[in-house]
C-alpha cells in the first residue's frame, strides 16, 4: 500500500480577495504535486458556505466529491466541508 495523496488548504487575505492570487497559487501547487512529487490525488476542502473556494476549486479541475462532517474548527465549533479533489 503506497499513499500518494495530499491535502490543500488555502486562503487569501480580503485586500487581496478577487485579484487572481488564488488560483494562480493552487494551480502552482498542484503542478508541483503532480509533477515534481509524483503525487496521485489532492484534495481540498471548502467550507459549505463558501462559494468563492467551491468556484476556485473547480475551475482548476476539481471535481466535487462529498461533504465531510465536522472538517475543520473555527470559531470555537467544527464546520461541515465540501471535499474537492484532482488525480
Same mark, same amino acid.
Given at each position: 500500500?503506497?499513499l *500518494?495523496c495530499a491535502n490543500?488548504?488555502? $486562503?487569501?487575505?480580503? *485586500? $487581496?480577495? /478577487?485579484?487572481?492570487?488564488?488560483?494562480e497559487?493552487?494551480g502552482?501547487?498542484?503542478?508541483? &504535486?503532480? !509533477?515534481?512529487l509524483k503525487l496521485?490525488r489532492? +484534495?481540498? /476542502?471548502?467550507?459549505?458556505?463558501n462559494r468563492?473556494s467551491?468556484?476556485?476549486?473547480?475551475?482548476l479541475g476539481?471535481?466535487? +466529491?462529498?461533504? !465531510?462532517r465536522?472538517y $475543520? $474548527?473555527? +470559531?470555537?465549533k467544527?464546520?461541515? &466541508?465540501?471535499?474537492?479533489?484532482?488525480?
Amino acid at each position: 500500500l503506497d499513499l *500518494q495523496c495530499a491535502n490543500l488548504g488555502y $486562503f487569501v487575505h480580503n *485586500q $487581496f480577495r /478577487g485579484q487572481g492570487y488564488a488560483p494562480e497559487a493552487i494551480g502552482a501547487a498542484l503542478d508541483i &504535486a503532480f !509533477r515534481d512529487l509524483k503525487l496521485n490525488r489532492v +484534495e481540498a /476542502g471548502v467550507l459549505l458556505k463558501n462559494r468563492v473556494s467551491a468556484r476556485v476549486a473547480k475551475s482548476l479541475g476539481m471535481t466535487k +466529491e462529498g461533504v !465531510r462532517r465536522n472538517y $475543520f $474548527f473555527s +470559531e470555537g465549533k467544527w464546520h461541515d &466541508a465540501l471535499i474537492y479533489s484532482i488525480c
